[in-house]
């Protein structure tokens, strides 16, 4: 039974991936030209919203949001656990009116039609070199000062074992602290369920409904009071709590 269901799953992440493709596709000529100018990669993110939307549509993902709690007025630092790849496609559209963009792994840039996309809109982080590090923080401090929030997977990769969280890295609560804004917590429980790693050929794949919980934003008076430790211990204990509540043997 279970290989049976392994191949299904990989039929269905094959099925993704031509889904993906194609939408990439079609709207890079649309989106490209946009990220050109201060202005228009506003209305570039607009594509991405109903990219993200097409993706839900074709690929019979619903989302569900077991919470949602309002959201700050201007930009915040966006703080995610990350099981799947699923999280950063379903973020445009579970937030389209708050404008985003990520600072992701730059090893991204490795896939052509990806890096057409990830370079000029988001911010590569470079992981291993100091100094390409550090320019894309500033990078990420101006992009703030522009209006744009910022998403922060501060596990910095998938888990091995998911969904259990990993140790959390420093940079977005430091930037966070930097820029004076507050950071929103976001918990994605099951997603590593509808769509595992690619390179786990048979692991789980299926359409169904994603849960996410928008927790209580960590106000800019918190972010002042503690320090970067002290809020990346809270941030992880309120993005954690879903995920104890779900998986009671993540306790163990």
Known sequence: MGKISGVFSLLWKLYVAIIFTVFALLYLPVIYPLLFSLKNKKRAFKVFVFWSWSMRIFCFYHVKKMKQ???PKGPFIIASNHISYLDIFLLYSILPKNEFLFLGKGELLRY???????????IPVYRGNNIKSARSLIRATQEVK???SVVIFPEGRIPDENPKQIGYKTGAFQLAKNLNIPIVPITFTNNHTLFSDPSNFLG??????????????ISVEDVERM??????????????????????????
């Open 69 to 71: 709690c309002d959201l």
């Open 112 to 122: 052509p039609v990806i890096r057409q996309y990830f370079k000029r809109l988001n």
């Open 204 to 217: 789980p794949a299926r359409p169904g409904i994603s849960r996410v919980y928008i927790h209580d934003c």
């Open 146 to 148: 522009n209006g744009w």
């Open 227 to 252: 320090t970067k430790n002290e809020l990346k211990k809270h941030c992880f204990e309120i993005i954690n709590g879903p995920l104890l509540d779900e998986y009671p043997q993540l306790r163990e």
